[in-house]
């Protein structure tokens, strides 16, 4: 904290020169000093735990051994040295609303013990860091994420021309839905959650799930479910309407959505 103090009012004055070479020159000391410093400290923490943790408490008592494992554990926080100096740089230049965000973000990801954060704009990572142990490498379980990601896809299809207009029919670009009520729902209505397919989360996502692993046709099983109102009348979550999608878009890219993004 004591160097992000010294070196704000510096960097502060070459903002303000519009020096953008001294610049970029501190920020690759600073990133290499934390990274010393947080590497060391880390290292001497693991290392000495048992030395530390003595100093406060008596090594035949209950609660030494569990310290001397949280104190390791907690090691690994010292390396929020990164997150404290991106808070201070926005800080110095003069923007105090991303500066902000991170200062929350980092007392948001420890009260949720959440795995890591990514902010996004124009096409540029404005904030990416990860907590918990995790890494740029670590595989997430995106869960319902999925629902967002797939419905940009149909739109970046739409833009493409790949999908004439999310008002079609889905069993335009799915033949399983031919001849049947789901022909009357369009991409629009699964895209709002208001296709009006009659499937329950509970009741039948395992059966559907479970079935498809062992080669059988998810549309038709959609198909036979049918309607419980007329599409477009009524909005609930299903997850049921993103299958469809997922389908659709393959269908009119020709291409597994994982290929197409």
Do not use: W
Request: include cysteine.
């Amino acid at each position: 904290m004591g160097y992000m103090m010294g070196v704000s009012p510096v960097l502060s004055y070459f903002y303000g020169a519009n020096n953008s070479s001294n610049l970029k020159k501190i920020r690759k000391i600073s990133i290499r000093f934390i990274s010393i410093i947080s590497v060391i400290t880390t290292v001497l923490s693991v290392v000495f735990s048992d030395i530390l943790v003595n100093i406060f408490t008596n090594q035949h008592s209950e609660v030494y051994a569990l310290a001397v494992d949280g104190n390791k554990l907690f090691s690994i926080a010292l390396f929020v040295g990164f997150n404290t100096f991106a808070s201070m740089l926005f800080t110095a230049l003069s923007n105090g609303k991303i500066s902000a965000i991170i200062s929350f973000s980092r007392t948001f990801m420890e009260d949720t013990k959440t795995s890591a954060l990514l902010i996004c704009r124009g096409n540029k990572n404005l904030f990416e860091e990860y907590y918990l142990g995790s890494d740029e490498s670590t595989n997430f379980s995106v869960n319902s994420v999925t629902k967002s990601i797939t419905s940009a896809l149909v739109g970046i299809a739409v833009q493409e021309g790949k999908i004439k207009s999310i008002d079609e029919s889905i069993a335009n670009y799915i033949d399983e839905f031919k001849g049947t009520e789901l022909a009357t729902v369009s991409i629009k209505d699964c895209l709002q959650m208001s296709s009006c397919i009659n499937f329950d989360e509970e009741r039948d996502m395992g059966k559907i799930s479970f079935s498809s692993m062992f080669g059988k046709n998810k549309m038709k099983m959609i198909a036979k479910l049918g309607l419980y109102a007329p599409s477009g009348t009524d909005r609930r979550y299903s997850s049921i309407n993103t299958d469809i999608l997922g389908e659709l878009i393959s269908n009119a890219t020709d291409e597994t959505l994982t290929d197409y993004m």
